[in-house]
């Protein structure tokens, strides 16, 4: 059973929850430290205030004794409170929590915050007279009831965030399929045309940037699916075009040869003829292949058009470059920076067969002429030799063709096929001028 595939659904739904929870941990911990902080100073304020207002109750006779004037509100300020005259308790909590004892120990200690262990908080004041010390007051209060409220508030938090995080689920679920159902659809319309329609596209209309760069580049799958398809029809429809021909010629030898016996000669003849045809399909079924293969891997490019002629040149050996004494020379009359939106391998390929031709027939010079046009790049090869006949100029680019009043030369009549084919693939085309000229036009760069 293969193994199902995370949609990207659910793995953004995590990476939102996950960075919800991480930010969820720090704003409920900061709470809490924060809240922990709160507590304990306004534990320490009450404290204070309470020391305060016990001190005020406090009065000096006039033999020096400590005394403590009632109130209304006594038994509120005495709960956890002692008053010390030196060590001697002058009063007390009726129900104490913390021995005398202990609370001797943090007078003591002198004035101040002190905890007794996890279990209580007390704050020791000086009672001054007279700019004397006099006496003591030590407040107490006990911690649970701050631990308490801690950890309800800790308990609160963090049911609030486990209650955000699932609310947080269900959003980003709600969200995210929401934003994701436009491309569900897309994808869906575009699996649907790729089968059954093969012209239609996406608008320029989509609402949200990322949609409408989808939206592009299906679209231009689509149409390299649409010219794929397309140049599958018509590669078949060409190579029955033009293998019928040559076909039915080596059906028609082989019938004859069959048909009655024939003297050595002839029969040498008829299988020179059925080989002759061979090759000529041979060399259609490679021009037909080769100008589909640049039509499906055909990426837009770009070259110098007097860098791709160089390097043609190149490869064609110094005679064809016309260093050599016997050879005939090439004159390139090309404008700067000349640059075609087509790969130089490319170009040189379309070239190729018609320096060929040139260098064939030309008697003394080759001439390469490049030009800008306002919507395409021209490139004319001409050489001064005899030219195309006139009868001739309506077969030149067709596969196998050859002047049969003209001098032979061994080729199989596929370059000129070739280089139109090329050229069309590349969005350009090859055609004769008159005479000995072709020129190929490219699109600029």
Known sequence: ???????????????????????????????NLVLAHRLAADRDATL???????????????????????????????????IFAGSRVLEQPARTHVAGRIASDFVARGPGF?????????????????GRRVGTVVVAAENAPYRRSRLEALIGSAVVAVLVLFGAWFALRLAIGRALRPVDGMTRQAAHWSEAALTERFGPDQQLRELQDLADTLNGVLDRQTATVRHERRLFAELSHELRTPLSRILAETDLLLARV???????AAHEGIRATALVMDGIIETLLSAGRAEIARAPGRAEVRDAIEQLLAQRGPAAAGTAPAAVPVELDLESDLAVGVGGDVVGRILAPLLDNADRYARTRITVVGRRRPDSVTIDVSDDGPGVADGFTGYLFEPGAQDAAGPTHGGAGLGLALARRLARAAAGEVTHEGGSTFRVRLPPA
Request: hydrophobic share 40%.
């Open 1 to 31: 059973m293969p193994r199902r595939r995370p949609t990207l659904r659910g793995r953004v739904t995590v990476l939102g929850l996950g960075v919800v929870a991480a930010w969820l941990l720090v704003v409920t911990v900061a709470y």
């Open 262 to 268: 024939h003297s050595g000669e002839q029969t040498r």
């Open 114 to 130: 002190y905890d007794d262990g996890d279990a209580r908080r007390l704050y020791v004041r000086s009672v001054v007279r007279d």
């Open 48 to 82: 204070r205030t309470k020391a305060v207002a016990v001190n005020a109750t406090i009065a000096r006779t006039p033999n020096g004794r400590l005394v403590v004037r009632e109130g209304g509100t006594d038994e509120a300020l005495d709960a956890g409170v002692w």
